[in-house]
C-alpha cells in the first residue's frame, strides 16, 4: 500500500479544496500548505483510531481503515467542490490529481524537508525494516517492537505525506509501483532499497511531469493522470504474472 491508498493524500487534498472554495487565504501564501498539512494529519489520526479501537493490528486492517478514511476524504472534498465556489474547479482538479506546476524556489525547502523527513526515518530504522522480512513474529523475537513500529512508521509516512502534498497535490501509485520495481535492482534489504527507491521515485516523477506537459499542448496535465494510468497498468500486470 501507499499513502494514496491509506487515505493521508485523501485528507491533505481535502484540507486544501476546503481553503479554496470554502475558507479562503487566511494566512496568505501558507494557508494552502497549512490546510493541506492539517488534513493529511486528520486523516492519520482517524485511521490510527480506528486501527486501535479493533482487534489485532496487523497490516491488512491498517489498509482497510485506510480505504474506509480515503473513501470518507474523497466524499468530502467531492462535496466541498459543488458546494464552493465553481470557479475554483481548476485549482481543485490540481490538488486532487497534482502536478509541479506550483513548484518555486519559494517552496522547495517544504518540498526537501518531507523528503528528508522520510528518508532518514527509513535509513535509520533499515534493520528493524529487514526483520520484518522474516514475518512479525520472528522480528519481535529479534527485539523490533512491532506494533510500535507500526504505528510511528505509519504517522513518519502521513508527516512526509501531508508536507509533500500541501506542495504538489496528490499524486498517485508511484509509492505503490516504485518498490516493486526497485527491488529486483537494489535487493530486498532496505538501505540499498530505499536509496533505490528515492532515485527511482523521482525519475518516474519527472517523466511523467514531462508527459503531462506534452501530450496535450498547451495545456497542462495534472500528473495523477500519468501515474495513475500507469499504476492501474501495473497492478494488473502484477496480479496476471503472479496467476501464472
Same mark, same amino acid.
Request: with cysteine.
Given at each position: 500500500?501507499?499513502?494514496?491508498?491509506?487515505?493521508?493524500?485523501?485528507?491533505?487534498?481535502? !484540507?486544501?479544496?476546503?481553503?479554496?472554495?470554502?475558507?479562503?487565504?487566511?494566512?496568505?501564501?501558507?494557508?494552502?500548505?497549512?490546510?493541506?498539512?492539517?488534513?493529511?494529519?486528520?486523516?492519520?489520526?482517524?485511521?490510527?483510531?480506528?486501527?486501535?479501537?479493533?482487534?489485532?493490528?496487523?497490516?491488512?486492517?491498517?489498509?482497510?481503515?485506510?480505504?474506509?478514511?480515503?473513501?470518507?476524504?474523497?466524499?468530502?472534498?467531492?462535496?466541498?467542490?459543488?458546494? !464552493?465556489?465553481?470557479?475554483?474547479? +481548476?485549482?481543485?482538479?490540481?490538488?486532487?490529481?497534482?502536478?509541479?506546476?506550483?513548484?518555486?524556489?519559494?517552496?522547495?525547502?517544504? @518540498?526537501?524537508?518531507?523528503?528528508?523527513?522520510?528518508?532518514?526515518?527509513?535509513?535509520?530504522?533499515?534493520?528493524?525494516?529487514?526483520?520484518?522480512?522474516?514475518?512479525?513474529? @520472528?522480528?519481535?523475537?529479534?527485539?523490533?517492537?512491532?506494533?510500535?513500529?507500526?504505528?510511528?512508521?505509519?504517522?513518519?509516512?502521513?508527516?512526509?505525506?501531508?508536507?509533500?502534498?500541501?506542495?504538489?497535490?496528490?499524486?498517485?501509485?508511484?509509492?505503490?509501483?516504485?518498490? +516493486?520495481?526497485?527491488?529486483?535492482?537494489?535487493?530486498?534489504?532496505?538501505?540499498?532499497?530505499?536509496?533505490?527507491?528515492?532515485?527511482? !521515485?523521482?525519475?518516474?516523477?519527472?517523466?511523467?511531469?514531462?508527459?503531462?506537459?506534452?501530450?496535450?499542448?498547451?495545456?497542462?496535465?495534472?500528473?495523477?493522470?500519468?501515474?495513475?494510468?500507469?499504476?492501474?497498468?501495473?497492478?494488473?500486470?502484477?496480479?496476471?504474472?503472479?496467476?501464472?
Amino acid at each position: 500500500a501507499d499513502p494514496f491508498l491509506f487515505g493521508l493524500s485523501s485528507g491533505a487534498a481535502a !484540507g486544501a479544496v476546503s481553503v479554496i472554495t470554502v475558507f479562503g487565504d487566511t494566512f496568505g501564501i501558507w494557508t494552502l500548505p497549512v490546510a493541506a498539512f492539517t488534513g493529511g494529519m486528520l486523516a492519520a489520526a482517524i485511521v490510527l483510531l480506528l486501527v486501535s479501537r479493533v482487534r489485532g493490528q496487523g497490516p491488512e486492517r491498517l489498509i482497510l481503515s485506510g480505504l474506509a478514511v480515503s473513501f470518507l476524504f474523497t466524499a468530502l472534498t467531492n462535496y466541498l467542490v459543488f458546494a !464552493g465556489d465553481q470557479r475554483a474547479a +481548476h485549482s481543485v482538479l490540481f490538488w486532487t490529481m497534482g502536478g509541479l506546476g506550483l513548484a518555486r524556489w519559494d517552496n522547495i525547502g517544504l @518540498a526537501a524537508l518531507g523528503a528528508a523527513i522520510i528518508l532518514f526515518y527509513g535509513l535509520w530504522n533499515h534493520r528493524r525494516f529487514d526483520a520484518f522480512l522474516a514475518g512479525e513474529s @520472528a522480528a519481535e523475537s529479534l527485539g523490533v517492537p512491532v506494533a510500535r513500529m507500526r504505528r510511528t512508521t505509519f504517522f513518519i509516512a502521513a508527516l512526509a505525506t501531508a508536507i509533500l502534498v500541501a506542495v504538489a497535490g496528490v499524486i498517485g501509485f508511484v509509492g505503490l509501483m516504485i518498490p +516493486h520495481l526497485s527491488r529486483p535492482l537494489a535487493g530486498p534489504l532496505h538501505w540499498r532499497l530505499i536509496l533505490a527507491c528515492a532515485l527511482f !521515485g523521482a525519475i518516474l516523477l519527472l517523466a511523467s511531469d514531462l508527459l503531462a506537459r506534452t501530450l496535450l499542448p498547451p495545456q497542462e496535465l495534472p500528473i495523477g493522470i500519468i501515474t495513475s494510468s500507469l499504476g492501474a497498468f501495473f497492478v494488473v500486470t502484477l496480479l496476471m504474472r503472479n496467476k501464472l
